[in-house]
C-alpha cells in the first residue's frame, strides 16, 4: 500500500484500540515490523498484533520463559549463543544433531520461545528498541534420522512468522545430508516468501566463504572458520534491560 509510515502507525494504533487492545506499551519499531510484514496494510498489522498479544498472554504469562520450564530441552545442549555478528545481530546456532523429537510438544513450543527471546533479548543496548533481529545458523553435521524432526522446524519457523515478525535478518544451513534434502522441501511448504528469502542453503567452498564474511570470524565458532568459542545457550547471562520482556516479539 502506498502509505506513509506515520499515517499507516497512526490507522494501526486505532485499529488496535478498534479491536480492544493497546499499543500503550510499544514504540513505533515494534509496531512497525508488523505492519511490514503485512505490506503496510493497518487493519492486517493490527490484526496480527493483537493475535500476537493473545499468544504471549497464553503461552507466556510471566513475560519469559524460564529455563526451570524447559530443563528437558536445555540438557540437550543444541542451542548457542554467539555474540553479535558483523551486522550486530545476535548469532544462535543450533545443532541439529543433539536434537530429537519431543515427547512434549507444549514444553517444545516454550523452548522455542525461551531461546528466541533470549537470543533477541542479547542484542539489547540496556533497552530494548523493538526491531532487533537475530541471525540463526542450522547445523546438520552428522545428523541421524533419529534427529529429524519436520514438525519442530516447521514450529520453530511458523513462531518466527506469526509471533516474532520481521525479527529473522538470516538462517543459514550448514552441512546438508541428502535425504534431509526431501524434509526441507516438505517443511518449505510452510514457509512464507520473506522467509524463504532470508535463507540459505550453504553448499560450497565460495558459499562458506561468503557465510564467514556475512557473520565475522569474532562471533563464529572456530569448527565454521571463525575465532569464538562454541557458549551453549543456558551459560548466557544477561544484564537486565529498562523493559521486561514482555514487548520481545
Known amino acids: 500500500m502506498d502509505k506513509s509510515p506515520e499515517i499507516a502507525l497512526t490507522q494501526m494504533r486505532k485499529s488496535v484500540q478498534e479491536l480492544g487492545s493497546s499499543t500503550e506499551k ?3 519499531p515494534t509496531l512497525m515490523r ?3 510484514a503485512r505490506s503496510m496494510d493497518p487493519s492486517k498489522a493490527a490484526k496480527m498484533f493483537v493475535q500476537w498479544q493473545k499468544w504471549r498472554a497464553q503461552l507466556v504469562p510471566l513475560g519469559f520463559i524460564p529455563d ?10 543444541k542451542i548457542y549463543l554467539q555474540g553479535l555478528s558483523k551486522g550486530g545481530h545476535p548469532l544462535m546456532i543450533v545443532k541439529a544433531s543433539n536434537h530429537f523429537p519431543s515427547k512434549d510438544q507444549l514444553q517444545f513450543k516454550k523452548f522455542v520461545v525461551h531461546l528466541l527471546d533470549k ?5 539489547f543496548k540496556g533497552r530494548e528498541i523493538g526491531n532487533e533481529k537475530l541471525v540463526g545458523i542450522l547445523d546438520l553435521q552428522q545428523i541421524t534420522y533419529k534427529n529429524i524432526d519436520a514438525r519442530a522446524l516447521i514450529t520453530g519457523f511458523q513462531f518466527l512468522q506469526a509471533y516474532y515478525p520481521e525479527r529473522l535478518a538470516k538462517c543459514f544451513l550448514l552441512n546438508m545430508p541428502w535425504f534431509f534434502v526431501s ?15 532470508k535463507i540459505v542453503i550453504v553448499s560450497n567452498e ?6 564467514i564474511r556475512e557473520i565475522g570470524e569474532e562471533a563464529l565458532p572456530e569448527e565454521y572458520g571463525g575465532r569464538a568459542k562454541l557458549v551453549v545457550l543456558q551459560d548466557v547471562i544477561l544484564t537486565p534491560v529498562d523493559d521486561s520482556l514482555n514487548s520481545t516479539s
Open 26 to 28: 510499544h514504540g513505533d
Open 34 to 36: 508488523f505492519l511490514i
Open 68 to 77: 526451570s520450564e524447559v530443563q528437558d530441552e536445555l540438557e540437550s545442549r
Open 119 to 123: 537470543t533477541i533479548a542479547s542484542s
Open 183 to 197: 524434509v526441507w522441501r516438505l517443511v518449505s511448504r510452510f514457509l512464507e516468501k520473506a522467509t524463504l528469502e
Open 206 to 211: 565460495e558459499e562458506k566463504e561468503e557465510f
